[in-house]
């Protein structure tokens, strides 16, 4: 039997692994602690997703930029169109 996801569910996979990519260029340096815990974030944003269906009961009405902070992905732009995609299948 196969796992179908979701389209949040893949959009939410499809970030982590935008999140994981910028984790892995920052290896062994000091703000790779930051990314890192935004990565295990992103993972709770797609645990909510495969059990609610929904990411608002870990966002509530604030964004997800805003759940990871805004500094982080201000610093990490390639994330922006995988937060975008995933906010539009919210």
Known sequence: MTCSRTPLEAAAGKLIAAIQKEWGNEAGEPQSAESENVMHAAHELLQAASKFGSIVSVIS??????????????????????????????
């Open 61 to 90: 009405s604030g964004s997800v930029s805003a759940f990871f902070g805004e500094q982080w992905v201000q610093a990490h732009p390639g994330v922006l169109p995988y937060i975008a995609v995933l906010e539009g299948d919210a």
